[in-house]
């Protein structure tokens, strides 16, 4: 039987048929996870302030030992999606980015992803996923999988 994961996957609500998909995909290569993101099929029907959302954010990630984000063409617009990998990073998880199947072009990454977030896996990577929770580094990708090329936006900042 396959070890079991906590993971929490963050994600743009549209996104969710993606969101089915991955699980599906991770459990067919032997990565069997417990997802604890909310997703808006189990959303409230009545107005629920944000402090009870982020308080409810906080508790799911804080049962997770890794954290996904579920990268696709909008992801990067949703304030949820940033504040959730900001948090995620506070608390010293492991923040992984996974591409959308189909995001084949240049897509924006979440600005926290940016500060926060190692290297995304493409679609098409995600057996690599299961070495990445157990603390393996790969190497970047870009989002049809393909290596990605050096990162050369490094500012060297020089004090006198």
């Known amino acids: 039987m396959a070890e079991k994961h906590n993971v929490f996957i963050s994600h743009y609500g549209e996104d969710e048929p993606h969101l089915d998909r991955l699980r599906e995909r991770l459990h067919t ?16 029907k009545d107005k629920v302030e944000d402090a009870t959302i982020a308080a409810e954010l906080r508790s799911h990630i ?26 995620a990073a506070r608390q010293g998880k492991t923040i992984v980015g996974i591409y959308e199947y189909g995001c084949k072009d240049s897509v924006e990454l979440p600005e926290a992803y940016k500060r926060y977030g190692g290297s995304p896996l493409g679609w098409n990577s995600l057996e690599k996923l299961d070495d990445i929770i157990r603390g393996q580094v790969p190497a970047p990708e870009a989002p049809d999988s393909s290596p990605a090329g050096p990162i050369f936006n490094i500012i060297r900042i020089v004090c006198k």
């Open 62 to 87: 804080n049962w997770a030992g890794t954290f996904i984000v579920m990268i696709g063409e909008h992801t990067y617009e949703r304030p949820w999606v940033n504040y959730e990998i900001r948090y």
């Open 29 to 44: 290569i032997g990565c069997e996870v417990r997802n604890s993101s909310i997703e808006k099929k189990n959303y409230r």
